[in-house]
């Protein structure tokens, strides 16, 4: 992974990530191989992530982050844990980015030409009950269609903005999150992912290694991905 010269000892963000609790991983015997260069200790059965190693980690991934936002693409959001759910919904709303925060449906990327029809018609049945489309149909089948669009929307509604495959992902813990990273890999789009020490990195483009199990810790992260893309975007607004 490319070092930038932004790089090197940053004992502001380190601060930050400490407060957040982005250094605490999980105990050795959870710990993947792949993550043992970014361990720097232990305690009380706990291991300690090295923050200054997260450090370069994070900010190689902005850079990417920011070079996507300079080009106009999108990235797919990815957070279903009870702890990012939120955190990841309203982080990828904020910058108007796709999200996934309840359920990863299999195929979204892999099988997307079906995910995109189905995207279509529940636009196709939203527009018409709000412009009086639906008002031909009996109240029974009124109440059937307000059933069909309350279902494809807890399904789809983070993936109305995704008219075709994203630039990337951002994933929080790429080990619960398995399907996607592997169907994300499978077309060859670039991962960016809060993990922990349990997680293989080596499955991801841009791995931040990092507490995902901590609202506080996820926030950070999430916080510091979307004002790269804020500010990758401004930048070329300026141009």
């Not at 043992?36 to 994070?58: S, W």
């Not at 029809?117 to 009124?142: P, S, W």
Request: net charge positive; with cysteine; aromatic share 8%.
């Amino acid at each position: 992974m490319p070092l930038t010269k932004e790089k090197g000892f940053n004992t502001e963000l380190i601060e930050k990530m400490f407060k957040a609790g982005a250094h605490f991983g999980y105990s050795k015997t959870r710990r993947h191989p792949s993550t043992k260069p970014y361990i720097f200790g232990a305690k009380n059965n706990v291991e300690i992530i090295d923050l200054e190693k997260t450090q370069d980690l994070l900010i190689s991934a902005k850079e990417f982050v920011k070079s996507l936002a300079r080009e106009g693409k999108k990235i797919l959001f990815v957070g279903t844990k009870n702890e990012s759910r939120s955190v990841v919904k309203d982080g990828a709303a904020s910058i108007d980015m796709p999200y996934v925060y309840i359920r990863w449906i299999g195929g979204t990327i892999s099988n997307f030409s079906q995910i995109k029809k189905r995207l279509a018609h529940l636009e196709d049945l939203m527009q018409k009950r709000e412009t009086g489309g639906l008002a031909m149909y009996t109240k029974k089948e009124r109440l059937l269609f307000d059933r069909e669009i309350d279902r494809l929307l807890r399904k789809f509604s983070g993936l109305l903005s995704m008219k075709e495959l994203p630039g990337a992902f951002f994933v929080v813990d790429s080990r619960k999150e398995h399907i996607a990273v592997q169907e994300a890999r499978d077309k060859r789009i670039p991962i960016i992912s809060v993990s922990n020490s349990d997680c293989d990195i080596k499955e991801v483009d841009y791995p931040i290694l990092g507490n995902d199990a901590s609202v506080a810790s996820v926030k950070f992260f999430v916080d510091q991905i979307v004002g790269a893309y804020k500010e990758g975007r401004a930048g070329m607004e300026v141009k």
